[in-house]
């Protein structure tokens, strides 16, 4: 998992953003982007000419690390995304959104989306009252996430509850921090994704 992160924050280096991957560390000074906004190494500031495909390339393994998913799986949200009516690029950003492990990333029971998906796969979560362990499940608008009873009381999760309300949460979730819960209250819209991703990019890598 360490290799995976520090990975993740080598490409967030070279794009030049903010990925989240190391939690609370990404909202400090320690951040690498805050401490060397350029790539790591001796040319890390030289300039080099890349291809609209290198962009797009670029834009779609960017958002794929992002949301921890790998190309076969990423492959078929983007279809799924391209069946639906309206905006494609729209439509995955949405379903990306609204997978349960970053759904419990947003709500702030975990400080990066690969521990929420952990914290999934352990069967932490209750999604209406019913047990689930898929990550990748689509949270609908109304639906209710709970931490289970006995996970109340881990100070690890309460932690990144309460560092997550000190950031401010996203206005589509009503989070209960009492009764260590969240509600969605309507699906995200584009504006409410701060990210800073082109998913036009991605559209124009598949269509190719």
């Known amino acids: ?102 759904m419990v990333y947003r709500m702030g029971f975990a400080a990066t989306r690969s521990e929420a998906r952990q914290l999934v796969r352990h069967g932490h979560f209750r999604v209406n009252g019913r047990k689930t362990t898929i990550p990748s499940l689509l949270i609908k608008a109304g639906d209710v996430v709970t931490l289970r009873e006995r996970s109340k009381k881990n100070a690890k999760l309460a932690a990144n509850l309460e560092s997550a309300e000190r950031r401010g949460f996203p206005g589509w979730l009503e989070v209960n921090r009492e009764a260590m819960q969240a509600t969605v209250k309507a699906y995200p819209a584009r504006d409410e994704i701060t990210i800073p991703i082109q998913e036009q990019l991605i559209v124009e890598l598949y269509s190719k």
């Open 1 to 102: 998992m360490a290799r995976y992160v520090d990975s993740a924050c080598r490409l967030c280096r070279r794009e030049n953003l903010k990925m989240m991957l190391k939690g609370d560390r990404c909202f400090s000074d320690k951040c690498a982007l805050e401490r060397r906004p350029y790539p790591p190494g001796m040319h890390g500031q030289s300039r080099k000419k890349i291809t609209d495909y290198g962009i797009q390339l670029r834009e779609k393994q960017k958002v794929k690390r992002m949301y921890g998913m790998l190309e076969r799986q990423f492959r078929v949200f983007y279809a799924r995304a391209a069946a639906m009516k309206g905006n494609t690029g729209e439509n995955l950003l949405l379903m990306l959104e609204r997978r349960m492990d970053n």
